[in-house]
């Protein structure tokens, strides 16, 4: 599963450009000085794993809760399902909003990475890769999605770094020759991001329903006295 957060990532990056690649195309590199400019772009995307990292962790220990009362695969089920849905029926999600709490959050991001694009101090790459983490987009909501199948903090952070992972290659093309959004071929290969989410989709599901196909839908481990004991456990 975890090999799904790297495909997700590369093909995904293709949808990257057209959210992010601007923020990419904007960054103050040092245009003379090329290790200088390497450094800036790596510290970039350091600090957009980072981020993805911190959230990967945080919703791998969810997905530990879930995991210890025995509800890893219930979430797994639920999560392909989401996944598969929001591309077939994606009118129906576009209908809820998201709450003021969380507008005004992602205003104040928006904010903050507008005033770092205009700097160019030693930490500014770092912390606008780290502000831009946090934007909205679809396709880390996926990822999100899958770390919190992962049923640890650990492996959860992971996922989401894969995943951030994958989206370096184009971003950085990005970065040094400018946006080329409009190429033919992001086009057709933007057209099988659908594919790929449902194609995860359906073996997080898999995953989840436990058919006993090695790899793909393990049997269940978890029983109802190991649920019991951690149950148990907990008011010890």
Not at 3 to 8: D, E, G, N, T, V
Not at 11 to 32: Q, T
Not at 47 to 76: A, D, E, M, P
């Amino acid at each position: 599963m975890l090999l799904s957060a790297l495909i997700l990532g590369l093909l995904g990056s293709f949808h990257c450009i057209g959210m992010c690649g601007p923020i990419a195309f904007m960054l103050p590199l040092n245009r003379k000085n090329k290790l200088k400019q390497f450094f800036q772009i790596s510290s970039y995307h350091l600090g957009r794993l980072f981020t993805y990292s911190l959230i990967g962790l945080l919703f791998g220990l969810l997905g530990k809760g879930f995991y210890l009362f025995g509800f890893q695969q219930t979430i797994s089920v639920i999560v392909g399902l989401l996944m598969i849905f929001i591309i077939l029926l994606p009118k129906v999600f576009k209908r809820f909003h998201l709450t003021n709490f969380i507008n005004k959050f992602f205003i104040k991001i928006k904010s903050n990475l507008g005033k770092e694009l205009i700097k160019k101090e030693n930490d500014t790459f770092f912390t606008i890769g780290f502000l831009n983490g946090f934007l909205p987009c679809g396709l880390v909501y996926m990822a999100v999605f899958g770390a919190l199948t992962m049923g640890n903090a650990l492996q959860g952070s992971l996922y989401m770094f894969l995943f951030g992972l994958g989206t370096i290659p184009l971003m950085t093309v990005v970065a040094y020759v400018g946006n080329f959004s409009n190429l033919f071929w992001r086009a057709k290969i933007q057209k099988i991001i659908p594919y790929i989410v449902v194609f995860i989709g359906v073996l997080f599901l898999l995953r989840g329903l436990g058919l006993g196909i090695p790899f793909i839908s393990p049997e269940s481990t978890v029983t109802l006295s190991h649920i019991k004991n951690t149950f148990v456990g907990c008011f010890r």
